[in-house]
């Protein structure tokens, strides 16, 4: 049974490590409550990170391992107040939520998954920045061509051909 219970911990974490999201499990820090019985959380700790984050934040893992969100100030400066504020939202209500943002330090567009998972908050991260590039490109590609037709001074149509079950074109339909 103890062999089992080895293998099976072993399988969770080889996927944990092995799982294309970047992953990190972060945990609530509170100072001793000075006899008030009440526990203030006052940052979260990185406590486990797998390999997919150390890719995609380019940092060593005791470059975030041992850290603190608000005190060292990750993932960046800029954003640390926001994440430990969704780190503690995620933590008391044990609702999960989902984020989309850029991240200026990194230069990725990343949508960020927070969930409550054993007395801390596991976070995933997926890097959309290709996605979002190519549909910026995509946006700016109809800006244009809406632009040409509507201020140029002759008439365009665009007509999409209509095909039979055998591929051949047997009629055109107006488009734009």
């Not at 799982?19 to 972060?26: G, K, M, S």
């Not at 990750?74 to 850029?102: A, I, N």
């Not at 007509?159 to 039979?164: F, G, K, T």
């Amino acid at each position: 049974l103890m062999e089992d219970l080895k293998a099976d911990m072993h399988f969770i974490g080889e996927i944990y490590e092995h799982q294309p999201e970047a992953a990190v499990w972060l945990k609530p820090v509170s100072p001793a409550d000075g006899g008030s019985g009440e526990r203030q959380i006052v940052d979260f700790q990185f406590q486990d990170c797998n390999s997919a984050l150390l890719n995609l934040t380019g940092k060593a893992r005791d470059q975030i391992i041992g850290r603190c969100v608000l005190e060292d100030k990750l993932p960046d400066p800029e954003s640390s107040q926001t994440v430990f504020e969704q780190c503690l939202r995620v933590y008391e209500t044990g609702q999960p939520e989902d984020y989309s943002y850029f991240s200026y330090d990194l230069g990725k567009c990343l949508t960020i998954c927070r969930v409550k998972v054993r007395g801390g908050v596991l976070t995933t991260a997926r890097n959309r920045t290709e996605e979002y590039r190519t549909k910026m490109e995509r946006e700016e590609q109809t800006k244009f061509l809406t632009s040409v037709v509507e201020n140029s001074p002759y008439g365009i149509c665009l007509y999409e051909s209509v095909r039979d079950a055998g591929k051949q074109i047997i009629d055109f339909k107006l488009r734009l």
